[in-house]
């Protein structure tokens, strides 16, 4: 029987790596000051979304440490159930506080809410709209709600006023989903003008701030701003700050809320504490941004919008190789290919951190424009 399932699984392995598309698991053990070990060797990463270097911060991790002492590994069951711990409910509070929302709600991944929040509020007779570059959790939960989606044109507003006068007038309700920063472009929505939109024609809006959160200004804010503790928060989970009455219906519906476990309240107490040091501290919150624009500016690239910067290679052999060509002298950054980023633009995409240091930046672009001198 299982004969042909491994055949099937062959086969489909054979596809990929004839693409250069398959994927591998390489063990990883990633150290303070954006170091990451691989195959017995020490790489510089500009590959992890720790934008703050949060994950090895000590205030960080003693808090987690404390917060698994006291509370034990796992939560123990839904967050419905008892899996409700004090870290949760205070890190909500926090998160509600620094978002200027009234209310909060932590799921077990930025993933997870993104799964739970489109289908609790909208279904079969509605609209979505979203942006063509929206995170694939995103694409998710809107088609598991059951509305109409409807794929705009990257940080375009024209298609989302077109989509929104030609349904708007037959659907009971319709929901905007993009990213304040793209998670591969690095680039950022244009909210304002979104918002004005959506207001003008009674649509909501969900921004997922993953990539955003601590490290851009944040300008407009959303009625529904989700995000996840896995980056600049250094720890791990997901969540949305909206409305009391929003979050209280999601905590009834979202069902990637209902139907899992409670976070552990060490990851929670770990992003507590760094969110803490993301508002105490803003000249570290403002680094990676600035360090961004050092890159871009030493190699004739447009100018950086976020900590995180895209540079085209086109084929994914090719941005494998110059991924390859970059480990060897020292650095880590993983090549992206599709379909997490559309056919022939895969590309090498760079992240930076406040952990990294003006020099290890430096020597980066001078690698690049050295192997890749197209790419300036
Ligand atoms: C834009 C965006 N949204 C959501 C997620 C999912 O968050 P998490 O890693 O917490 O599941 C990610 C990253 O993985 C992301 O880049």
Not at 207 to 232: Q, W
């Amino acid at each position: 029987m299982s004969e042909s399932l491994d055949a099937f699984a062959r086969h489909k392995l054979a596809g990929l790596e004839s693409a250069a598309l398959r994927r591998r698991l390489v063990p990883t053990a990633r150290g303070p000051a954006a170091a990451a070990e691989r195959g017995g060797r020490t790489l510089v990463s500009f590959s992890c979304n720790d934008y703050l270097g949060l994950s090895h911060d000590p205030r960080v991790i003693a808090a987690a440490a404390e917060a698994l002492a006291r509370y034990g590994a796992g939560s123990g069951a839904s967050r419905l159930v008892t899996g409700n711990g004090p870290p949760l409910v205070a890190l909500e509070e926090r998160l509600a506080r620094h978002k200027g929302k009234e209310a909060a709600l932590v799921f077990g991944s930025g993933y997870l809410a993104n799964l739970g929040i489109a289908p609790a509020l909208v279904g079969p007779g509605d609209l979505i709209l979203i942006d063509e570059l929206g995170h694939s959790c995103l694409f998710a939960g809107a088609r598991m709600s059951g509305a109409r989606v409807e794929v705009f044109s990257h940080n375009a507003v024209e298609p989302i006023r077109a989509g929104l006068r030609r349904h708007r007038g037959s659907v009971r309700r319709a929901l905007i989903l993009t990213e304040r920063v793209f998670s591969m472009d690095g680039d950022r929505a244009p909210l304002p003008e979104i918002l004005a939109l959506a207001e003008a024609f009674d649509a909501w809006t969900l921004v997922d701030d993953a990539h955003g959160l601590g490290v851009v200004e944040p300008g407009a804010r959303a009625p529904l701003e989700m995000g996840t503790l896995s980056k600049t928060l250094g720890s791990y989970g997901g969540y949305l700050c909206a409305s009391r009455p929003v979050i209280d219906l999601l905590t009834s519906r979202a069902r990637s809320l209902v139907y899992t476990t409670g976070l552990p309240p060490a990851s929670a107490a770990a992003a507590l504490a760094a969110l803490d040091i993301v508002e105490t501290e803003p000249e570290r919150a403002a680094r990676p941004l600035a360090l961004a624009r050092r890159f871009t500016a030493r190699l004739g690239l447009p100018e950086a919008q976020s900590p995180v910067v895209p540079v085209l290679v086109g084929a994914a052999e090719a941005a494998l190789a110059l991924s390859e060509a970059l480990e060897a002298r020292g650095f880590l950054v993983v090549a992206i290919r599709p379909p997490t980023v559309a056919p022939g633009t895969a590309r090498l995409r760079v992240a930076f951190s406040a952990a990294h240091s003006e020099a290890q930046v430096d020597a980066l672009a001078d690698a690049l424009a050295e192997l890749a001198p197209d790419k300036r």
